[in-house]
C-alpha cells in the first residue's frame, strides 16, 4: 500500500515536471543560435539574423556564404525570421542581452532605442579609417544610420522608395490612362469597381501597408514639412491643416470603395496583396520597391510580359509638395552588437567590408533592386529589368526629399500608436480628428 | 490509503516522522516548478508594472505611472468588453454542443466510438495551424467561397468588426468543444444505470430523464468544463493573433493580445505588466466564483445510495 501510494506521488509530480522539463528545455533551444557560444568548436562565430522572404533572403545567405568561405577562422552563423516576426524578437532578444553579433535593421527610430540603451555599437570611427566603405555608398543612405551625429550602422542592400504599381492589361480594358492626379484617382475608382475589378490592392491588417498611403498624402499636400514637425517633436504637430486634408481624402477613397474588398484582413506577410495585382483582381498598388522582385518570381509572365507597370505617386491638385520627393526605405542597416565578444566584432566589422561586392550587386540587380553603390546603373543595362532599375535609381538620385517610412523614424512606442490609429482609421471607425489628437498625445514619445 | 490504524506492525514515531519527511520532499520537485515559473515571474511582473521599461535599456522605477496609463486608457475596457464578449459566446456556444455531443457519445454503440474518435481530431491541431487554415480558408479573394462561387461563403469574414468576433468565437469552439465532449462524455458514464432503471419503470421517457438525471447529475463536471472554458478564453492569445492579429482596427483586442502589443510592440513593458496583473486578478476572480457556485460540499452528490 504504502509504496503504491509514494510511487503514485512520484509519478504525479514527474508528469508535472516532464513537460515543464520539456518546455525548459524548448525554451533554451529556441533562442536560434547563442551569440557568445562560439568556443564549441571551430575557429570563432558571429551571429547574424536577417529576414526570410525570397528572393532577398537568398542573396543574404550567399553573401554570407561567400564570407564564409573566404574566412574559415573568423565564420558568421544565419539565422532567417519573417518579417512582422522579427521585429518582435529583436527587440525581445535585444533586452534579454541575447542579440545576435549582426543586427539587421532598417535604422531610424529603432535604431535609435537600441543607442539610447548602450546596445550597439558605435562606428564612426571605422568608418573614419575606413573611408573607402563609406565614399562608396549613397550619401542618402547614411541619414538613418547616424543618431546624434554619430554612425551607428553599416548601411547595406538596396534602395527601395515606394512607388505606384498599375496593371497594364486592366488600365486597356476599360481604356483609362494611369493617374496623373489623385483627382484623377478618385475617377478610376468608380470605373474599375463598375467592371468588377477592384481599384486598389491592400494588405491592411499589416497596417504600415496602409501607411504608405499617408506618407504620400501628407507629402503632396503640405510638403515634407508636415511629418518633419512631427519627427522633431513639435507640439500638436500632427493638427496641421495639410494633415487633416490629407486623413480626409484617404477615408473618402476608402469611402469610395478604393481598395480592394477584405482588405483589412490582408497581411503583407503572405505577399497575397501582390497576387491581387497580378491575377487581374486589383488594378493598383502602392507598394514598396522590393515586391518587384517577387512579382517577377511569383506573377508567371506578369512582369516578364510587360504587363506591370509603375509610377512615382502622383501630385495632389493644389498641393504643396515636391511630386519628385519619395518615401520608403533608404537602405538597410547592420549594426553591432556591443554585448558581442572582440573576436565577434572583428568578424561583424570584416563582413561589412566584404559587403555589396560586384557578385552581390550583380544578385540585387538580377532580383530587381538598385543597390545603395554609386555608379551601380552601370551594371543595369545587361538586366532584363533595366527599365525598372533605370526607374528606381531615377527616382532615388533625382528625389529632393527621401524620407523615411514614418514607423521606422518614429520610437517604437509611437510608431505602434501610429499603426494601431491607421488601421482604424482605415477601418472608418475613427474621424482624422481623434487619429491627430490620438496622435498628438504621443508626440515625442 | 496510507494504513492509520495501530497494528503489531506499527513504526516507531521516528520512522513514522522520516517518512512524512520522505513525502514532503516529492512534493518538491512540483514546487520548484510552480516556484520557477509561477510566483517568481508574477512577483517580477508586480515589480515591473512600477516601473518605465522599454525591453532594451535600464529599469526606471516610476510609482503608479504605468498603472495609471493603464487604467485612464479608454483601450482597457474596450479589451475587457472584447474579452468578455468572447469568453461569454465562447460558453454559451460550446457548452450546450458539448453536453449534447458528450452524452451522445457516452452510448456504448460501436458507431459511437468511431465518431468520437473523429470528433477528438481538432484537439490533435495547433492553434497556429487552425488558424492559419481558417485565414486561408475565409479570405474573400483566394479562400473558399472565392473558389466555389458560393457568394454567401465570400463575406469579408475577418475585415468586419462583427463578423471577425463571431469568426474567433466559432473558430474557437470548433477547436475546444470536442475537449468538453469528452469531459461531459466521462461525467455522464459515471452516472449510476440504476437511476435511469428506475426512472424508466416511473414511465419517463428520452427527453424527461435528460433533464432529470443527466443534466441535474452533470452539475459538477459542468463547473469543471465551465470554469476551464472562462478562465481559458481569458489567455486566449495564438489563434486571435494569427487569425485577426486584433483586428478589425481593434475588433478582437482582447486583454492579452492588448498586453502582448504594449509589452513588445510599443517597448511598454510597465503597462504591459500591468494588464498582465490585471489578468491575473480577473482569472483569480472567476475561479473563485465559480467554486463559490459549485458549493464545493462533498456530500452534496446525489449518487449515494445508488
Redesign the interface.
Known amino acids: 500500500?504504502?509504496s503504491?501510494?509514494?510511487s503514485r506521488?512520484?509519478f504525479?509530480?514527474?508528469s508535472?515536471?516532464l513537460p515543464?522539463g520539456a518546455a525548459l528545455a524548448a525554451c533554451g533551444s529556441s533562442g536560434p543560435t547563442k551569440p557568445g557560444g562560439g568556443g564549441g568548436g571551430g575557429g570563432a562565430k558571429a551571429t547574424y539574423w536577417y529576414l526570410s522572404t525570397q528572393p532577398q533572403e537568398g542573396i543574404r545567405t550567399a553573401a554570407m556564404e561567400r564570407f564564409n568561405k573566404a574566412n574559415p577562422n573568423g565564420q558568421i552563423a544565419g539565422t532567417t525570421f519573417q518579417n512582422d516576426a522579427f521585429?518582435?524578437k529583436i527587440?525581445?532578444a535585444?533586452?534579454a542581452g541575447q542579440a545576435p553579433t549582426i543586427i539587421w535593421g532598417w535604422g531610424g527610430g529603432g535604431l535609435r532605442?537600441?543607442v539610447?540603451?548602450?546596445?550597439v555599437e558605435d562606428l564612426t570611427s571605422w568608418f573614419g579609417q575606413n573611408a573607402a566603405v563609406k565614399d562608396r555608398l549613397f550619401p542618402s543612405s547614411f541619414g538613418a544610420a547616424t543618431v546624434d551625429g554619430k554612425i551607428y550602422a553599416m548601411p547595406c542592400e538596396t534602395v527601395q522608395p515606394i512607388v505606384l504599381y498599375y496593371n497594364k492589361k486592366l488600365f486597356e480594358q476599360i481604356g483609362a490612362q494611369p493617374p496623373q492626379s489623385w483627382g484623377d484617382i478618385m475617377d478610376l475608382v468608380p470605373k474599375f469597381n463598375a467592371k468588377g475589378i477592384a481599384p486598389f490592392s491592400l494588405g491592411?491588417?499589416s497596417r504600415w501597408t496602409n501607411m504608405m498611403w499617408l506618407e504620400f498624402l501628407f507629402d503632396r499636400i503640405g510638403g515634407s514639412e508636415v511629418f518633419q514637425a512631427v519627427f522633431d517633436g513639435q507640439k500638436d504637430a500632427w493638427s496641421h491643416p495639410a494633415a487633416i486634408d490629407a486623413l480626409t481624402k484617404m477615408q473618402a477613397l476608402i469611402k469610395a470603395n478604393g481598395f480592394?474588398?477584405?482588405?483589412?484582413?490582408?497581411?503583407a506577410d503572405s505577399n497575397?496583396d501582390q497576387?491581387?495585382l497580378y491575377t487581374g483582381?486589383a488594378a493598383m498598388m502602392l507598394h514598396g520597391g522590393w515586391t518587384y522582385g517577387s512579382m517577377s518570381k511569383d506573377g508567371g509572365d506578369f512582369v516578364s510580359g510587360g504587363s506591370l507597370g509603375y509610377m512615382n505617386f502622383p501630385p495632389v491638385d493644389g498641393g504643396k509638395g515636391d511630386p519628385s520627393d519619395t518615401v520608403g526605405n533608404p537602405g538597410q542597416y547592420m549594426s553591432i552588437s556591443a554585448k558581442a565578444t572582440p573576436e565577434q566584432k572583428e568578424i561583424a566589422k570584416k563582413f561589412f567590408a566584404s559587403l555589396l561586392s560586384d557578385e552581390e550587386i550583380k544578385a540585387w540587380v538580377g532580383a530587381g533592386s538598385v543597390p545603395i553603390v554609386k555608379g551601380a546603373d552601370s551594371a543595369f543595362t545587361s538586366s532584363k529589368d533595366a527599365e525598372w532599375l533605370k526607374f528606381v535609381y531615377g527616382i532615388a538620385s533625382n528625389a529632393k526629399t527621401f524620407a523615411q517610412s514614418w514607423d521606422q523614424a518614429l520610437?517604437?512606442?509611437a510608431?505602434?500608436?501610429l499603426l494601431?490609429n491607421i488601421?482604424?482609421l482605415f477601418?472608418l471607425?475613427i474621424s482624422p480628428q481623434q487619429f491627430t489628437t490620438n496622435m498628438n498625445a504621443v508626440i515625442g514619445k | 490509503m496510507i494504513p492509520t490504524s495501530a497494528g503489531p506492525g506499527q513504526p516507531s514515531a521516528r520512522a513514522r516522522g522520516g517518512r512524512n519527511l520522505s513525502l514532503a520532499w516529492l512534493t518538491v520537485p512540483a514546487l520548484v516548478f510552480f516556484v520557477g515559473f509561477g510566483v517568481i515571474p508574477l512577483v517580477g511582473v508586480l515589480a515591473l508594472s512600477f516601473t518605465t521599461w522599454d525591453g532594451i535599456g535600464d529599469i526606471h522605477f516610476s510609482g503608479f505611472t504605468s498603472w495609471h496609463a493603464v487604467l485612464t486608457d479608454p483601450g482597457l475596457p474596450h479589451a475587457l468588453w472584447v474579452t468578455f464578449l468572447i469568453m461569454a459566446l465562447s460558453w454559451l456556444v460550446q457548452t450546450p454542443a458539448s453536453i449534447l455531443l458528450g452524452v451522445f457519445l457516452a452510448g456504448a454503440q460501436r458507431y459511437r466510438a468511431v465518431l468520437s474518435v473523429l470528433y477528438f481530431i481538432p484537439l490533435l491541431l495547433s492553434s497556429a495551424a487552425i488558424a492559419i487554415t481558417y485565414k486561408a480558408l475565409l479570405d474573400p479573394n483566394f479562400g473558399l467561397g472565392a473558389g466555389l462561387k458560393i457568394a454567401l461563403l465570400s463575406q469579408d469574414w475577418l475585415g468586419r468588426p462583427g463578423l471577425a468576433l463571431g469568426v474567433v468565437v466559432f473558430v474557437v469552439s470548433w477547436q475546444f468543444i470536442p475537449f468538453h465532449s469528452l469531459i461531459y462524455q466521462g461525467g455522464v458514464r459515471q452516472i449510476p444505470k440504476s437511476m435511469y432503471e428506475a426512472a424508466e419503470l416511473d414511465g419517463a421517457g428520452r427527453v424527461r430523464k435528460f433533464f432529470s438525471i443527466t443534466l441535474p447529475q452533470l452539475k459538477y463536471t459542468m463547473i469543471t468544463s465551465t470554469t476551464l472554458v472562462l478562465v481559458g478564453s481569458l489567455t486566449f492569445f495564438d489563434l486571435i493573433f494569427v487569425l485577426t492579429a486584433g483586428g478589425p482596427g481593434d475588433a478582437t483586442r482582447v486583454l492579452a493580445l492588448d498586453m502582448y502589443k504594449r509589452g513588445f510592440q510599443a517597448n511598454l513593458m510597465g503597462p504591459a505588466s500591468a494588464i498582465a496583473l490585471i489578468l491575473v486578478f480577473v482569472g483569480l476572480a472567476l475561479s473563485l466564483l465559480l467554486r463559490r457556485l459549485g458549493g464545493g460540499k462533498a456530500d452534496h452528490s446525489q449518487m449515494e445510495g445508488a
Open positions: 500500500m504504502e503504491r501510494t509514494t506521488r512520484t504525479l509530480s514527474l508535472m515536471g515543464l521585429k518582435t527587440k525581445t535585444i533586452g532605442s537600441y539610447q540603451a548602450g546596445q491592411g491588417q480592394i474588398k477584405g482588405f483589412s484582413s490582408i497581411t497575397a497576387a491581387l483582381k520610437s517604437p512606442t510608431a505602434e500608436v494601431d488601421a482604424k477601418q471607425s
